[in-house]
């Protein structure tokens, strides 16, 4: 990979370590840039940044340009703007933006991940680039959770005949099941069925490429799915078959990125259990302690060790504070 100039790290906005950074695959990525001679990149959804840091450190010295869209850029984002020229911050929607933008040659899709924003994004690309070379066009979470799944950052600014209905707060979503379910991965704004016609970020980009000639597209599946999709025509499209050929929808790599999703969303099924258990615990903790601070509990202390002593049967052990102390303090 370029030397990114500083520190590269892809977990920098990531404290969990699941992975969600598009800057996990730079190394690939940039090797794609470097093949297909591109001088300017637009980065759809930039969040904090993390792949714009890449970005900015391959662009520093040559030359070129990198934008940045994103309608609600992080701090962080916002501060590597500031600090660097060469990085031009768009706070816009993808679909405010890219009418009006001069045509990058490559455009960076991971903003809203959902069927209908993907193909407006590709669309407007397609059409502003009629009788051209398509820009390379590279896409991240192509598979599990959203390559089948719509997720929506704002539902009500998609068309109702154009969304699936939500999962809504509450709902998780777990590898293999199309459905929604407790303790599944937290994605309230995701649709709460998987698959089907006009679902998901691989199904809009698949349309995409369907409809027209010369266009290649190719799937690393690895962190949630990084593709690529060239014009087969283009300078360098040979190049970037031989870079992403052997990585294409590779057997092993699949199953190592479904290995990968299942232990995330166990891991977290656990830790929602867990959560549970300790709100559970605080619970009978808190009772325990007020009812050692009960003057009835005293009481029926009192009268069950007078019982014991006059040999009356009982068929209740007796309960004594110091026993509920020693529940407590272990």
Known sequence: MNDPGFEFDPYLNDPARWGVSMAQVAEIMLACLAAAGVTSVAEVGAFAGDLTRVLIGWATGTGARVQAIDPAPQPE???????????????????????SIPLPDA?????????????????????????????????????????????????????????????????GIFPGDPGTRPGGLPYPRSAAREGGPRNGVLTAVEDFVAGRDRIR?????????????????????????????????HPMLTRLETNRVEHLARAYQLQTEMWALQSRLARQRAVLERLLDSSAFALAERLSRLRARLGIATEQSVVSKEEIRRVLDD
């Open 77 to 99: 984002l916002v501060r590597l703007a500031e600090g660097h020229p060469e990085l031009e911050l768009i706070r816009q929607t993808s679909l405010g933006a890219l009418p």
């Open 107 to 171: 455009i960076v899709i991971d903003g809203d991940h959902n069927y209908y924003t993907v193909s407006e994004e590709l669309r407007i690309i397609g059409e502003r680039a009629a009788g051209a070379a398509l820009p390379l066009l590279l896409f991240h979470d192509v598979l599990w959770p959203h390559g089948r799944r719509d997720d929506y950052f704002d539902a009500s600014a998609i068309p109702p005949e154009s969304r699936h209905p939500i999962a809504g707060k509450g709902a």
């Open 217 to 249: 597209l190719a799937v690393v599946p690895a962190f949630f799915g990084f593709a690529v999709a060239w014009d087969g025509g283009a300078p360098g499209a040979d190049e970037l078959a031989r870079i992403l050929d052997p990585f294409d929808r």
